[in-house]
């Protein structure tokens, strides 16, 4: 019987296999692993050693929705080039995880606000005839190329 609580998500060794991805579901399931090892995705405890607990965020019960914007505060007071790397890609990480999905394309004559590049100011967009969308310049952009579009409201 495993002393891990049910939930537990690590990498162990499983039948041999040194880092897979198990879960543990509880005394009646055992273990569950990513890949097949020993041919087979469910396993008994004694066949899975060298636990190592993985840490779980869950972006629902952050106390800190900018949470990545924190994290980037500190990379000026860490030395080491690796370890600004790990703080760089955990708050990408955390970033990603808690955005929004993106907007479904609105049809011809809405407008949006959106980025066309890092740097470039938010613009508004208006949807023409052509499924091309058009900024006050002129310029003609598919809706792909538009960074974090967000509605502006009524047709132009």
Not at 34 to 44: E, M, Q, R
Not at 60 to 89: H, K, M, N, Q
Request: aromatic share 8%; charged share 20%.
């Amino acid at each position: 019987m495993s002393t891990w609580p049910s939930g537990t998500i690590a990498r162990a060794t499983v039948r041999g296999v040194p880092n897979v991805l198990v879960m543990y579901h509880g005394d009646t399931w055992g273990w569950t692993s990513s890949v097949y090892a020993g041919g087979s995705l469910k396993h008994a405890d004694e066949d899975v050693t060298d636990v190592c607990p993985l840490v779980v965020l869950d972006p629902a019960d952050a106390r800190c929705p900018r949470l990545s914007d924190v994290i980037r505060g500190f990379l000026t007071y860490v030395g080491s080039a690796s370890a600004r790397g790990d703080l760089e890609w955990i708050a990408d990480e955390w970033e990603r995880q808690t955005k929004p999905p993106r907007m479904a394309e609105p049809g011809w004559g809405e407008r949006v606000t959106a980025l066309l590049g890092a740097g470039c100011p938010r613009e508004v967009w208006i949807h023409r005839a052509d499924g091309h969308w058009e900024n006050g310049c002129g310029a003609a952009m598919r809706w792909y190329l538009l960074i974090d579009p967000e509605p502006v409201g009524g047709a132009a």
